[in-house]
């Protein structure tokens, strides 16, 4: 998915695929098959959670950009965003802000899986509010959640499993390799997209942070009583997934305008997240759950 700006777009490919596999990849190795368990006796919360992120999202975002009354690539961009779940640096955020170590891991699972179905649906229900004549095959999208997210989450799991002792002994050296990884991306893509970014308007930056915000409002309160699944289901819910989002945009050859303000979501999205994770994190000190 090509990102115009002034770094190559190949390194920051690279980088951006380094950062995705090594992150999903110790988080594997963090994870223990059998605390699933717990998830598969409360399937009500896992409705809900999916709920949140696969239907109230999408919806909150056409409403949005309806009051805001943005230009129809604009408000195409950024629900093409709100259809897009399943960020991978998602789970990472959750788990650090004290989300549920065995529902977090379910529910982006679940979403990532779900993606492949929801995503195709939800351009096909967009084609009638549009009048577009967009599609998008499953099977790419099923590439994509399978090499970024499954595939180096499956593999930490198998090793965690196998061989125990040497998940332990590597978590925490790539769990740092992955933080600087992180950090390295994220330089880069604020250089990368920053006059896309500022270029975008204050009126789509406030529609940005609007849908953001009332994402994670909804997460938070179909997330259940318990502070750690109701962080999971807020943070999900408002991470949105710009690899999948590009890849439909690429697909269909949409406009300039489109791609530039997917990019924008990514950027203002994140920086809006970041009061809640640190208000969660804060909460999890705390002996009352609010």
Not at 41 to 52: D, E, M, Q, R, Y
């Amino acid at each position: 998915m090509p990102i115009t700006g002034v770094i190559p777009e190949q390194l920051f490919t690279v980088v951006a695929a380094a950062t995705v596999f090594t992150i999903m990849f110790v988080l594997g190795l963090g994870l223990v098959p059998r605390e699933f368990r717990w998830v598969w006796g409360h399937p009500t919360l896992i409705a809900k959670g999916l709920f949140s992120v696969l239907v109230a999202v999408p919806a909150l975002a056409l409403l949005v950009t309806r009051v805001f009354d943005l230009a129809r690539p604009a408000e195409i961009g950024i629900v093409l965003m709100a259809i897009s779940p399943g960020a991978p640096v998602a789970l990472r955020r959750s788990l650090g802000a004290g989300a549920h170590r065995s529902f977090a891991p379910a529910l982006q699972i679940l979403v990532a899986a779900l993606a492949v179905v929801s995503m195709p649906l939800s351009i096909a229900l967009l084609n009638e509010v549009y009048a577009g004549h967009a599609s998008i095959d499953p099977r790419h999208l099923a590439r994509q959640v399978f090499m970024a997210q499954l595939l180096p989450l499956g593999l930490g799991m198998m090793i965690r499993h196998f061989f125990p002792i040497r998940a332990a002994s590597l978590e925490p050296r790539l769990a740092r390799l992955g933080s600087i990884l992180l950090i390295a991306l994220a330089i880069l893509a604020i250089i990368d997209v920053w006059e896309v970014v500022i270029g975008a308007g204050p009126r789509i930056a406030l529609a940005i942070a609007v849908t953001t915000v009332l994402a994670l409002a909804v997460g938070h309160l179909l997330g259940g009583p318990d502070y750690a699944t109701r962080t999971a289901v807020a943070i999900s819910s408002a991470a949105r997934n710009p690899g999948l989002a590009l890849l439909a945009a690429t697909l269909n050859k949409a406009p300039p305008e489109i791609t530039a303000t997917v990019l924008a979501y990514l950027v203002v999205s994140a920086i809006t997240l970041i009061p809640y994770v640190m208000w969660r994190r804060r909460a999890r000190q705390t002996p009352l759950e609010n």
